[in-house]
């Protein structure tokens, strides 16, 4: 439940900025996205040292799975969900 908070306080930054006004709104308000990002990133590796989750090699089994779920070859620039790929 704590990251759900870190990440909806993350979010709110840019809660009614438009999309293609989010970048400054980046720029002006960088220091306290940071700081949430932060936040995030401290509760994620709180809840993984406290389940005993190798980080790194957690992430490196993912996006290895992603990789084969997802080849770039085919998806890149591509809006299609994965399993509506056309060959």
Not at 51 to 63: G, N, T
Request: glycine letters at 2%.
């Amino acid at each position: 439940m704590s990251l759900a908070v870190e990440a909806a306080e993350l979010m709110e930054i840019f809660t009614w900025v438009h999309s293609q006004d989010s970048r400054a709104e980046m720029e002006r308000k960088r220091r306290e996205a940071e700081d949430e990002l932060a936040d995030v990133v401290v509760t994620v590796m709180c809840f993984a040292n406290s389940c005993d989750i190798d980080i790194s090699s957690a992430m490196v089994r993912k996006l290895a799975e992603t990789a084969q779920k997802y080849p770039a070859d085919k998806v890149r620039g591509k809006p299609d969900k994965y399993t509506e790929y056309k060959d």
